[in-house]
């Protein structure tokens, strides 16, 4: 007992290292950045024709009827302010915009509480019309905001790296008082950014556990038919004669059902070792798959960005460098703003005054 009691706070201390020295997961969190910003700008892109029924002044869920289940659920968004349809045409194209600089990394810090504020108002205003990817979308645009999502493959990162070509120094020159100052934002900056990403790390860990230890309890799941059903609701049936292809296919469809649930309640014990690898490779059919014969993918899109998190930067790293390769340009969006050899990872750059 004295002994646990003893090692107690050596954890502590550890844990609040690896919080505070380093940035975890800077490409990770970049790929979230990039994925959910043209995702969701891409949605907006498709349900361009149809706006106003959706959330504009024209929908039969009239922002008066919105506004009084705010009231009652604590929701809230900017599309409910103003009736007049100039005041939504201008929110549409300001949530088109910010979900493309949100995507591209350009003045990011700033950007990314944007997009969450609009992300949040186009869910809250026409709740009854998500199909479960938004809900994901939200989460982690509101997650996102507290990490730096910037400093890799972005045009903060680029600015960086020309302001740094050319012997400007990204820093100011401050007074020696004002350092211990900058230590300690620093050191919460990075403490956020950690946090974010293990918070976005178990959120997905919980759905997928949650997700596959509720099927295991339904009985269709257990004897291998879901699948079954789902491919005969119309509502999920976007090409009939592809699902009923793949319908006519009995053993497949009940091995595809076992495969699921085993897949979904075993992803949060794989991902210390490599057979998460191929874990992740058969979520990222499962998700294909769902997005073709269920015609759902903005909820299919939303999981397979989800999953990047748990790829280590050394694979964006590979993948950075046969880029290099392929265009024989430098890397001048992933690398900016890195410490020199040896020295530790510092804040992200969008975070100094000279970026902000």
Sequence with gaps: METEQARAPHRIIALLTVLTERP????????????YGFLYLVFLLREFPHRDEIWGPGSPWTPELARQLFDQTGWASILTLSDSRAYFETCYVLALVTSALFMLGWRTR????????????????????????????????????????????SLDARRTRLRASAGKNTCPSTARAAAGLRDSRRTLTLALHNCGMFVIAAQVCFLYGSTGLYKAQGGTWGNGTALHYVLNLDLFRPWPELSLMVDQHDVMISIACYLTVL????????????????????????????????GLPLFSGAMIIADAVFLPDRFYRSVGRWWRRTSRQPDAWSTAGDPPRGEPALVPSQLTPSTR
């Design 24 to 35: 975890v997961s800077l490409y990770a969190a970049a790929v979230l950045r990039i994925g």
């Design 263 to 294: 897949l979904q309640v075993a992803f949060p014990f794989v991902l210390f070792g490599r057979l998460k690898y191929p874990v992740l490779t058969m979520l990222l059919g499962m998700h294909v798959g769902i997005a073709v014969l269920m």
């Design 110 to 153: 700033a950007v990314s509480v944007l997009f969450a504020v609009v992300v949040a108002s186009f869910h809250a205003r026409a709740i009854f019309m998500t199909d479960g990817g938004d809900n994901l979308v939200l989460l982690m645009a509101m997650y996102l905001v507290f990490t730096a999502c910037g400093r890799r493959w």
